[in-house]
């Protein structure tokens, strides 16, 4: 059974630094295309950023510079390590992963293995 388990979240000044892990078992990381989203209240989830298979990398435009995504093979997990945070990254971070072919990165359909998500809270 697959399972994803995110952690690492947190309360942080504006330009402080936080780093999420995502440890996936039930299956090989590296086959599967992972990704992380987030969701602030009242707001659609929303893809942050993503890793495929071939390691090709996207980021969405507001977190461009700002974070990084990667992944230890070795160990299934999936990492992102988010910089310079601001107010609006506050939200709940969730981990994604699908063994499918991905479209569009970016859209939650694509991915259809979730974790439980980690609170992430920046103050200004």
């Known amino acids: 059974q697959v399972q994803l388990l995110e952690s690492g979240g947190g309360s942080v000044q504006a330009g402080g630094s936080l780093r999420l892990s995502c440890a996936a078992s039930g299956y090989t990381a590296s086959r599967y295309s992972m990704a992380w989203f987030r969701q602030a209240p009242g707001k659609e989830r929303e893809g942050v950023a993503a890793l495929d298979t071939n390691g090709i990398i996207r980021y969405a435009d507001s977190v461009k510079g700002r974070f990084t995504i990667s992944k230890d093979n070795a160990k299934n997990t999936l990492f992102l390590q988010m910089n310079s945070l601001k107010f609006e990254d506050t939200a709940m971070y969730y981990c994604?992963?699908?063994?499918?072919?991905?479209?569009?990165?970016?859209?939650?359909?694509?991915?259809?293995?979730w974790g439980q998500g980690t609170q992430v809270t920046v103050s200004s």
């Open positions: 994604a992963a699908t063994s499918r072919d991905v479209g569009l990165w970016y859209l939650k359909y694509e991915y259809n293995y």
